[in-house]
């Protein structure tokens, strides 16, 4: 099985489109196609092969990532979540609220229009059961115009801020849910369905005052989708897995599954009273229905063959080191070569020298030779002489090399290749390490 292949699946059935050439996108009634930015505002793409051969181009000198792969499954970033699946997250989390939103007006709607009698779904009656129970006994009609107008109302406020949506899912690392540990754990709060169930008769929530008849109206709505659930998307529903592969993927889509579950079951419920099919399939889900542990046993091979988060990342700062260490050779053949020419200077100076020395030399010796040579014979004359000269050349030689001029050519070689060359590795090396995630547009 190809982890391509899923991945096209799977964003189908979260309606999103892809296209022929693997570009994602959020397929929009008024604007058309909306192409999926990653974080860095580039469009992500289906990581077929065509697009790993092109994804990384040149760009003004660097090397850069100019397509971005859509690859949730990917967990093996060793800093921070993988992009794709933060992105994936907050599509489904979207998706859920948008759904839910929907569900509930229709359900109030029914309830508002439509007798008693003539409802015969067994859980739609249990919702209306749940309203007149809770209703207070003052208030004649269990569900009004402005109670769905402010349901409505409280989605447009709260979609803009995950934190206070009718649905929030969010990843932990690991821990306990029970007695069992996991690997990884999804945890899906209702903050909406918090705060409505604290608030008091009159009180102001999300630019409205809430009665009593609309905070019994909007509570037993979460009760007749989520079940005995509702109650624990207060405190948090956590749903956790052992998987090894992918253990972040697995627990986020079973999260999904059970929460889509629940919407498509109260969809069919409501549309048992004749409601309109379009309105329906806004409100429904399609599941990502397969054994999740078995399919990402089944996609592990082909998602080696994928290059991970680590592997782009490290390839591209690699790229643009050896573009680095390129330029630093550079500088440094050049200032080999200027060190080169300080040292022919002075080799060329000290030559001189040796070639005055020599002269001066020559000269006393044939001065010196005439009176000697009556006295001691030339033999002796000859050796004197080699003496003398190399007795001096030792001197000046050491006189040369303590001059000021040759102990600056020297210190300058070090002192370049120390303060100069070095100090730009971690400019040249550098990569940016904050990341700020971009999500969808709806």
């Known amino acids: 099985m190809n982890v391509v292949d899923i991945y096209k699946e799977l964003l189908e059935k979260l309606k999103l489109g892809v296209s022929s050439n693997g570009g994602i996108y959020i397929p929009s009634k008024k604007s058309g196609k909306i192409p999926l930015l990653s974080p860095k505002g580039v469009q992500l793409f289906i990581p077929q092969k065509d697009v790993i051969a092109n994804m990384v181009q040149e760009v003004d000198g660097k090397i850069e990532i100019v397509k971005e792969l859509f690859n949730p499954f990917d967990e093996s970033a060793i800093n921070g979540e993988n992009p794709s699946l933060i992105l994936l997250k907050d599509h489904m989390e979207k998706l859920l609220n948008h759904s839910f939103a929907i569900l509930g007006e229709i359900a109030l709607n029914v309830v508002m229009n439509?007798?008693?009698?003539?409802?015969?779904?067994?859980?739609?009656?249990?919702?209306?059961?749940?309203?007149?129970?809770?209703?207070?006994?003052?208030?004649?009609?269990?569900?009004?115009?402005?109670?769905?107008?402010?349901?409505?109302?409280?989605?447009?406020?709260?979609?803009?801020?995950?934190?206070?949506?009718?649905?929030?899912?969010?990843?932990?690392?690991?821990?306990?849910?029970?007695?069992?540990?996991?690997?990884?754990?999804?945890?899906?709060?209702?903050?909406?369905?918090?705060?409505?169930?604290?608030?008091?008769?009159?009180?102001?929530?999300?630019?409205?005052?809430?009665?009593?008849?609309?905070?019994?109206?909007?509570?037993?709505?979460?009760?007749?989708?989520?079940?005995?659930?509702?109650?624990?998307?207060?405190?948090?529903?956590?749903?956790?897995?052992?998987?090894?592969?992918?253990?972040?993927?697995?627990?986020?889509?079973?999260?999904?599954?059970?929460?889509?579950?629940?919407?498509?079951?109260?969809?069919?419920?409501?549309?048992?009273?004749?409601?309109?099919?379009?309105?329906?399939?806004?409100?429904?889900?399609?599941?990502?229905?397969?054994?999740?542990?078995?399919?990402?046993?089944?996609?592990?091979?082909?998602?080696?063959?994928?290059?991970?988060?680590?592997?782009?990342?490290?390839?591209?700062?690699?790229?643009?080191?050896?573009?680095?260490i390129g330029v630093m050779n550079s500088i440094f053949e050049e200032q080999q070569q200027t060190n080169n020419n300080v040292f022919a200077g002075v080799n060329k100076t000290q030559n001189n020298n040796n070639t005055v020395q020599n002269n001066v030399f020559e000269s006393k010796v044939s001065a010196e030779d005439a009176a000697l040579a009556a006295i001691l014979g030339s033999d002796a004359v000859t050796q004197n002489t080699v003496t003398s000269q190399q007795s001096v050349f030792g001197a000046t030689q050491q006189a040369l090399f303590n001059t000021p001029q040759q102990q600056n050519a020297f210190t300058g070689v070090n002192l370049n290749n120390n303060t100069s060359l070095f100090p730009q590795q971690p400019s040249a090396f550098g990569v940016p390490t904050t990341t700020v995630y971009n999500t969808p547009p709806w």
């Not at 209703?135 to 109670?147: A, G, I």
């Not at 629940?262 to 399939?281: F, M, P």
């Open 114 to 324: 439509n007798k008693e009698n003539q409802i015969e779904d067994l859980d739609l009656i249990s919702f209306i059961d749940d309203l007149n129970k809770n209703r207070p006994k003052s208030v004649k009609n269990l569900v009004n115009e402005n109670t769905i107008k402010h349901w409505i109302q409280i989605y447009k406020e709260t979609m803009a801020t995950p934190t206070e949506r009718f649905l929030h899912l969010y990843l932990k690392r690991g821990g306990k849910v029970g007695k069992i540990r996991y690997k990884r754990i999804t945890v899906t709060t209702s903050p909406v369905e918090a705060i409505i169930s604290k608030a008091k008769n009159k009180d102001n929530i999300y630019g409205f005052t809430l009665s009593n008849s609309a905070k019994s109206a909007y509570l037993a709505l979460f009760r007749f989708v989520f079940k005995d659930d509702a109650e624990d998307l207060i405190k948090g529903m956590q749903i956790g897995t052992e998987n090894n592969i992918a253990p972040a993927n697995v627990s986020l889509l079973e999260t999904y599954n059970i929460l889509a579950g629940y919407i498509n079951d109260a969809v069919d419920a409501v549309s048992s009273v004749g409601i309109d099919a379009e309105d329906l399939d806004e409100a429904r889900l399609e599941l990502f229905d397969y054994n999740l542990d078995k399919l990402m046993e089944n996609v592990s091979q082909s998602l080696k063959e994928i290059p991970t988060i680590t592997d782009l990342s490290t390839g591209v700062v690699n790229a643009n080191k050896n573009e680095a």
